[in-house]
Structure formats: structure tokens, C-alpha cells
């Protein structure tokens, strides 16, 4: 639900309380001027998850956002947000301070990796997150396509990944029971797709999850 008029989402508030978590930011911090890490507590007791479930914010009166915990526990959510332009998502994670209370929905979606497989992982900015949770879950290598000012940012958080600049010629190694994870810019993980399959990768090793699409909003 990514954009809806004001009395439809505080209708929704209101209609569905029990699937939104109230929670209170703890810490945040600036992994670089464009990813910020944030904490969050509340009781959340009642929610599922699993590496790459999202949960959803209301970012502004009329706009929803996905973004997928690095870390969801019984009392503790934790958040790696890319911010980048000036979009309602952006300004809200930007904007998010100690103390501050909010509500977000539940986690739902699917788990993005395989269980006894090695799982190759390939990503952006808003992917990090995502990758950190799979990294906690299964073994995990993949590749970043990053901007420059955003390459230290796997090692604060002691991820061992490739980093490359976007535009790079990212390069996957084929392996024959390999799981495939791409995430992130939907027109990459097309291009990442076919390079995979003309390598003669299966359609059914191969998990895709587009975060964003340059021009459109409300992914």
C-alpha cells in the first residue's frame, strides 16, 4: 500500500489495529551520510519473521513504505535505511530520532534464501539490510553495487561481501546448486537475471526481490 488518501489509511489504522506494532526508536546511527541504522523496541511478541519479511511505516500522511528488519526479536527491530533523494521514505528515516514513536505493520512476505544451498546474494543500498539478515540465517557471498561514499559501510557492519561501483560489470561465479538472491534495482536484477540464465543458471535457483525502479515511487 504505498500511496493512499489520509482518511483510508487512518481508516486503516483504525480497522486493523491489531496488525500494527506500536514502537519507540532506541538508536540510530549514520553508517554514511546515505544509510542509517536504527533501533527500535515495543512489544512485538506477536509477529513472525524471517530474513527478508518487511514491515511497513507510514511515512507521511499519505504514503506507506516497505523496508525489511536486519534484526526483529520479541522487543527489538532493527532497520538499515538507505536515504537517498526527497521522497516521503527518505525524509522519514531521515527524520527518525531517538525517542520517537511510531507504528508499523507486522512482518509479512517470504524468506529470500535457500536452506542447504549455498546462497550468492547480489544487491544495492537498499538491499544491505536484507543481506546482513540472510548472513545471520545461512551461509552467504554476493556482491554490492554501491555508491562510492556508501563502500565502507559492509564492514561497520562486519560483512564479508563485494563491493563493486555501480555500473561495474558485476560477475557471479555459476554454481551448479547455487540459490541466486537479487534484490534491490529492479532494472539490474533483470540485467543480473539473464547474465544467470544464458549461463545456464535454472529460472528455479534464482530468487528475485525489486526494492525500487528508477521513475516509479511506492515501490
Not at 500494527?20 to 513472525?48: H, I, M, N, W
Request: charge should be neutral; proline fraction near 4%; aromatic fraction near 10%.
Amino acid at each position: 500500500m504505498p500511496r493512499m488518501p489520509k482518511w483510508m489509511g487512518d481508516a486503516v489504522e483504525s480497522l486493523m489495529a491489531s496488525k500494527f506494532l506500536t514502537v519507540t526508536v532506541t538508536q540510530v546511527e549514520y553508517l554514511s551520510p546515505e544509510v542509517k541504522r536504527v533501533c527500535f523496541t515495543g512489544d512485538l511478541s506477536r509477529a513472525d519473521f524471517d530474513a527478508g519479511y518487511a514491515v511497513t511505516f507510514r511515512v507521511s500522511a499519505l504514503d506507506h513504505r516497505d523496508y525489511t528488519p536486519v534484526i526483529f526479536t520479541k522487543d527489538t527491530c532493527e532497520i538499515i535505511f538507505h536515504i537517498h533523494g526527497n521522497g516521503p521514505g527518505s525524509a522519514f528515516a531521515d527524520g527518525l530520532q531517538v525517542g520517537d514513536t511510531t507504528k508499523m505493520v507486522i512482518p509479512r512476505g517470504r524468506k529470500l534464501y535457500r536452506e542447504g544451498v549455498e546462497n550468492f546474494f547480489f544487491g544495492d543500498e537498499s538491499s544491505i539490510g536484507t543481506l546482513k539478515a540472510i548472513m545471520q540465517e545461512v551461509p552467504c557471498t554476493g556482491i554490492l553495487e554501491l555508491d562510492e561514499a556508501n563502500f565502507r559501510v559492509p564492514e561497520k557492519l562486519g560483512m564479508q561481501v563485494d563491493v563493486v561501483r555501480k555500473g561495474d560489470n558485476a560477475f557471479a561465479v555459476v554454481k551448479e546448486k547455487a540459490a541466486y538472491v537479487l534484490t534491490g534495482n529492479g532494472e539490474s536484477i533483470q540485467s543480473f537475471r539473464k547474465l544467470l540464465k544464458e549461463r545456464g543458471v535454472n529460472s528455479s535457483q534464482i530468487i528475485t526481490k525489486a526494492y525500487w525502479i528508477p521513475g516509479k515511487k511506492g515501490l
